[in-house]
């Protein structure tokens, strides 16, 4: 039997070291207000939908009733405009009071009652991005504090309303303030995506150091053109930033907008796919209340999460892009690949694609592999590396393929056996 070796069984960072709090080994999972609920505060005339307790308690009870949770969708956070407009007495951040009546302490046990974790937002800088008060330099370990005592399990610092000197000295302080509460706390870096996301502005060994997470790149918009943007960035940016990722410290190309009102259904299955391959944060900023149950199924694909919580930690990467068809590539633990066959084109039939395992790179096991159509559900057959692999993918939509080697089947892991049906296993 062939063994890879350990340090890549243990999933083991080869390239930088990560932040000691020994937190999002695999990437994290759960649901942001901020793309569908904006900053929201009118409660008199919406209270279905501001920014509120109430809206939080709701989606964490869908959370946990709904299936999400066993799936691994496990943090209910907060984004902008949670909290009062001015600083309590003592120099805190305070919640709204009229919104979050109850406070932010009872909030996180609620959220922690349903075996869920919460998180928190706040900015570096002298306001967070919707004028409510920011996290300043001489702010940062009463905020932490605040934060550790409310019980929270992550926070996302954005960057407005600062420089890049006052970022530089402040998204590594917080660090180091988080890990003085004692509390381990999940730490979200929106730092990156204010100096433009590349080197040399932008120092990734640092980050991954002193970050759990970061955006790298602007903010997604209920959009196809944003989804597609994010995603070029990603593909022509990947030598900078593949490397970056690893368990502990992950690249966020930001929420997943699907079960909103932009994408269509294969474009939804494309976020899915490539968030998958790229070993990115699934935040759902949709409205779990009257989510639609097609939505559901692309987000509650047992097999496309275990692809993006696979244990290595390695982002994937585009390997190709021919006539409107890019080819996305991610290894995976014990000899198993994804690839994502992307159609970026409209011309309105599903067209067809052919590649084998040679032409994908993927030459490992010379037995051959088994091949999987993740979002169809569909066991493709096994196919030796020579052998044609056709397929046909819609107009702005995806085939997102799971292989496993046939020559090492004593790797299968237990997640596994449980998700995929006899016939690959
Ligand atoms: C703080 O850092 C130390 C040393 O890097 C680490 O061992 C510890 O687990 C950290 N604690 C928290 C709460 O992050
Ligand atoms: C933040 O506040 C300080 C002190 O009032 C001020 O000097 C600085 O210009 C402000 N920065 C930004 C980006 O608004
Ligand atoms: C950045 O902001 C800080 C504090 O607000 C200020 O003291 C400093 O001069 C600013 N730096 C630059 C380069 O603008
Ligand atoms: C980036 O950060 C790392 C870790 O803090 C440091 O060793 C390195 O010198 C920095 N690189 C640059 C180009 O500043
Ligand atoms: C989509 O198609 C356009 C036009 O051919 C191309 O420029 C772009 O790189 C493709 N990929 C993405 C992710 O937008
Ligand atoms: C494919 O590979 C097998 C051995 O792995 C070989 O026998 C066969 O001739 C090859 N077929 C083609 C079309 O190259």
Not at 6 to 25: E, Q, V, W
Not at 129 to 135: A, L, S, V
Not at 308 to 322: E, P, V, Y
Request: aromatic share 10%; charged share 20%; glycine share 8%.
């Amino acid at each position: 039997m062939l063994l890879p070796p350990l340090s890549i069984l243990l999933g083991l960072a080869t390239c930088c070291s990560t932040l000691d709090n020994g937190l999002l080994r695999t990437p994290p999972m759960g649901w942001l207000p901020w793309e569908r609920f904006r900053c929201n505060t009118d409660c008199k005339t919406d209270p279905e939908n501001c920014i509120s307790e109430y809206l939080i308690k709701k989606m964490a009870d869908k959370i946990a009733e709904d299936g999400w949770k066993e799936l691994g969708y496990e943090y209910v956070n907060l984004d902008d405009c949670w909290s009062a407009k001015e600083r309590d007495s003592q120099g805190r951040l305070q919640p709204d009071p009229d919104r979050f009546p109850s406070g932010i302490k009872a909030l996180a046990d609620y959220v922690h009652s349903k075996g869920l974790k919460f998180g928190i937002y706040s900015d570096m800088g002298n306001y967070t991005c919707n004028g409510y008060p920011g996290t300043t330099l001489d702010t940062i370990e009463t905020d932490a504090k605040t934060f550790a005592e409310w019980e929270v399990d992550m926070l996302k610092l954005d960057g407005c309303y600062s420089n890049s000197s006052v970022k530089a000295i402040g998204y590594p302080k917080m660090s180091i303030a988080l890990n003085k509460t004692a509390r381990p706390i999940a730490y979200s870096c929106s730092w990156p995506a204010y100096e433009g996301g590349l080197p040399p502005k932008v120092n990734y060994t640092l980050l991954g150091e002193i970050c759990n997470l970061w955006r790298n790149f602007g903010d997604i918009q209920d959009s196809w053109e944003s989804v597609l943007d994010i995603i070029e960035w990603f593909g022509n940016n990947q030598e900078k930033l593949q490397p970056a990722a690893g368990p502990g410290r992950w690249n966020d190309p930001d929420m997943l907008i699907i079960g909103n009102f932009g994408l269509s259904y294969e474009q939804s299955k494309v976020q899915m796919a490539l968030w998958a391959i790229l070993a990115a944060p699934l935040f759902i900023s949709s409205d779990l209340r009257t989510m639609s149950e097609e939505a559901k199924y692309i987000l509650q694909n047992q097999l496309l999460i275990y692809i993006n919580q696979d244990a290595l930690g390695i982002q994937g990467q585009r390997i190709s892009k021919t006539h409107r068809f890019e080819v996305w590539k991610r290894t995976l633990i014990n000899g198993q690949f994804a690839v994502a066959v992307m159609n970026n084109g409209t011309d309105g039939r599903p067209r067809p694609f052919a590649t084998n395992l040679a032409l994908l790179g993927i030459l490992d096991c010379k037995e051959g592999y088994k091949i999987y159509d993740v979002l169809e559900q569909v066991f493709l057959g096994e196919f030796a590396l020579n052998t044609t692999i056709n397929i046909k993918v819609t107009p702005t939509g995806v085939v997102l393929l799971f292989l496993m080697p046939l020559c090492s089947s004593t790797y299968f892991t237990k997640p596994i056996l449980r998700i995929l049906p006899l016939e690959v296993q």
